[in-house]
């Protein structure tokens, strides 16, 4: 009798949990929750009941309550692709924009996105929702900016050497780009993005620059963690009909520690070829990199650190191959609802191994046998203000000094702009 009436029960959860999922894919939510609530008792353990409930408090404007059942969902069920990203939603919904990002990101892999939380967090929110409420496998967004900058080359004597030191011009910048994002079966994913930048000088003495980025991998997301694996390249233009073209295959992967930290590693094999005009600057590299992203603030903020590593190789450089390391570190912040900001460092070593005839370093036309060694620093920072629903007003600013024994290559510029930006 007790197996008879056990079975009954059974059927009858089932039966609310079916009606529930039905109720929630047309968006009534408020009578999902009714429903799950007569079958609470049994089900407190039950990976989907708490995500169908947490997905009916999130629909419900309940985001604190839909984040405590999405976490015990996903600790009975941590390969549930809707469950991180509602979690990753209601995260968003609370403002903890940081913590949305990292739960969004055991799942999504989008590139080239803006350097602020809360661009961030839009941009994958939707295709949250386009994926959960929609049920669309195809996931894209997509982005173009514009504005005014000027660029100013500062003195150096790598720069004075060669008479351009301290020289001013003023630059109209445009970039478009966009990607998508598929989600297999299985948990599996594929996605694919494209990145044009280009900048015209007033200047008619200045190159003007041209840049597009492509990227297209395969990825998988298992618990808290994403492996990715997939090639991608880089096609620069460099004055007089010439190019410089980047490819390589990379490895990537991300671990969410816990809800406050992510955990990032890399590994990439390259080749930068120079066109026929500079063949000995083309090499090949290999790199590795570990980072750490936490988030502050109650997910206000975040603060995000890269180490690096590897080896340039396979060059005609007269200077040989060259070992390099480096760290990369950005404080992204908020403000207040709709505007924010971003702070970024990074620094590189280059330490080649051939002997070569430079100018010396402290005396002048005097050539001096030595190794070549760089020290490459990048400061930047920028403030984000969305004027109106999907319209952000972007002033940056960017120091960039390389730092050298061998006078020719040292070389320093600032650049400020304001850009106009979508992102949809």
Do not use: C
């Not at 429903?35 to 629909?59: C, E, I, K, P, W």
């Not at 200045?206 to 840049?211: E, G, L, Q």
């Not at 403000?335 to 590189?348: D, Q, S, V």
């Not at 005396?363 to 920072?381: C, F």
């Amino acid at each position: 009798m007790l197996a008879v009436l056990g079975s009954g029960v059974a059927r009858a959860d089932e039966a609310d949990l079916a009606r529930a999922e039905q109720l929630i894919s047309e968006r009534r939510y408020q009578e999902a929750s009714g429903v799950l609530s007569s079958a609470a008792g049994s089900n407190g353990q039950n990976a989907t009941f708490n995500y169908l409930a947490g997905r009916a408090a999130l629909g419900s404007g309940q985001p604190e309550k839909a984040r405590l059942l999405l976490v015990q969902s996903l600790a009975t069920d941590p390969d549930s692709v809707p469950a991180h990203l509602a979690l990753g939603l209601a995260y968003y919904q609370l403002g903890m924009f940081a913590e949305a990002n990292i739960a969004f990101e055991t799942v999504f892999r989008f590139d080239n996105l803006p350097p602020d939380l809360e661009t961030q967090a839009e941009v994958y929110a939707r295709a949250a929702r386009a994926y959960l409420e929609e049920g669309k496998r195809l996931l894209w967004y997509g982005y173009a900016a514009t504005g005014i900058g000027q660029y100013r080359v500062n003195s150096t004597r790598g720069t004075n050497a060669l008479g351009g030191g301290d020289r001013r011009d003023t630059f109209y910048n445009a970039r478009v780009g966009g990607g998508f994002n598929y989600e297999l079966p299985d948990d599996y994913a594929l996605d694919a993005s494209l990145d044009y930048r280009f900048r015209y000088y007033d200047n008619p003495g200045s190159r003007n620059d041209a840049d597009l980025r492509w990227r297209a991998a395969g990825s998988r997301s298992f618990g808290e963690d994403n492996l990715a694996l997939g090639v991608r390249g880089r096609n620069s233009y460099r004055g007089n009909g010439n190019y410089r073209n980047d490819y390589g295959v990379f490895a990537d992967y991300r671990h969410r520690i816990d809800p406050d930290n992510q955990l990032t590693t890399g590994l990439e094999l390259r080749r930068r070829r120079y066109p026929a005009a500079l063949p000995d600057r083309s090499f090949s590299s290999a790199t590795a990199n570990i980072g750490w992203v936490h988030a502050l603030s109650g997910g206000a903020s975040s603060i995000s650190i890269v180490a690096s590593g590897g080896y340039n190789f396979a060059t005609s450089r007269p200077d040989g191959d060259s070992l390099v390391y480096g760290l990369t570190a950005s404080y992204d912040f908020t403000i207040a609802k709709n505007l924010g900001g971003f702070l970024f460092g990074m620094w590189e070593h280059d330490s080649f191994d051939a002997d070569r005839y430079h100018f010396h370093p402290d005396a002048i036309d005097q050539r001096v046998s030595l190794t070549r060694k760089d020290n490459l620093y990048e400061v930047g920072a920028g403030v984000v203000w969305e004027f109106v629903p999907g319209w952000t007003l972007r002033p940056e600013i960017l120091y960039i000094r390389d730092q050298s024994n061998a006078v020719a290559f040292n070389y320093s510029s600032t650049e400020a702009w304001i850009n106009v930006r979508t992102d949809f």
